[in-house]
């Protein structure tokens, strides 16, 4: 029996008094959809050797987290909104770096889009879940996640871009739970997916690495979403070696077949 592909899964640090190493359970249901094994990565750079744990893996997943990536990592001289993670910054732009350098694909969610964005040049806002916008993109805090989750809007995604191929669309409807997003996209990133108020959604690199990433949750509810299998079964053949744009023309065409 052929083995699945392994993805490492990028963990949170979580109760501070006694620190735990965790990841929501839900990001893990989509191995699955993926069609591959799933294994924790410990974010302590300080005691695991990135490099080493990415070799033995076939891609990386950067998940969302109730923390914030730091400011001073995209140049914001301000404090910021925590709560914040060093290790889990530390751990994700090491992995990001080191995906690129050997090839591995990436999928980023949430604040895994917010960590690329960051590591190709982009700057953040974090104005975005403040309830004076037209529209907002995270409910107040404190909310259920079954009401936090409800919270949609529609995504623009790119003309011939990678998710308009995979998901057969121009645009869908997707969840919206994040209070910071990007400000300046810089120069070395493609817009992938635009929500109606002109937020980006959606980032690929332009250089061409197997690396994409969305800001919201295809992770949610996974079964019950098409657009968010599609997104999960693409993610599984670039797991298998196949390119961005390939991996795109196979789930368009299995999404075709009848049943």
Request: proline share 7%; aromatic share 6%.
């Amino acid at each position: 029996m052929p083995k699945r592909p392994l993805v490492g899964v990028i963990c949170c640090q979580r109760n501070p008094e006694d620190p735990v190493q965790g990841v929501a359970e839900r990001y893990l249901k989509a191995a699955p959809f993926v069609g591959a094994d799933f294994v924790l990565v410990p974010s302590m750079p300080d005691v695991m050797d990135s490099g080493s744990i990415l070799s033995r893996l076939d891609g990386i997943l950067l998940t969302g987290s109730p923390s914030n990536v730091a400011p001073n990592l995209y140049g914001s001289a301000d404090a910021g909104d925590g709560p914040f993670d060093p290790g889990r910054d530390g751990m994700a732009f090491q992995l990001i770096a080191q995906s690129a350098e050997s090839n591995r694909p990436v999928l980023g969610i949430c604040r895994g889009f917010q960590e690329i964005a960051v590591a190709y040049g982009a700057t953040l806002r974090r104005d975005l879940g403040e309830l004076s916008r037209d529209q907002i993109h995270h409910t107040e805090p404190g909310l259920p996640l079954e009401t936090m989750f409800a919270l949609e809007h529609r995504v623009e995604l790119a003309r011939a871009g990678i998710l308009e191929r995979v998901m057969g669309a121009p645009s869908i409807t997707v969840n919206s739970a994040h209070f910071q997003g990007i400000s300046d996209l810089g120069q070395k990133l493609a817009v992938e997916a635009t929500s109606t108020d002109g937020v980006v959604e959606g980032i690929r690199p332009k250089s061409g690495e197997r690396v994409l990433a969305v800001q919201w949750h295809p992770e949610w509810r996974v079964a019950d979403n098409p657009h968010s299998r599609e997104l999960f079964a693409w993610f599984g053949l670039l797991l298998r070696g196949a390119s961005m744009a390939e991996a795109a023309e196979t789930v368009a065409e299995l999404a075709k077949q009848p049943g």
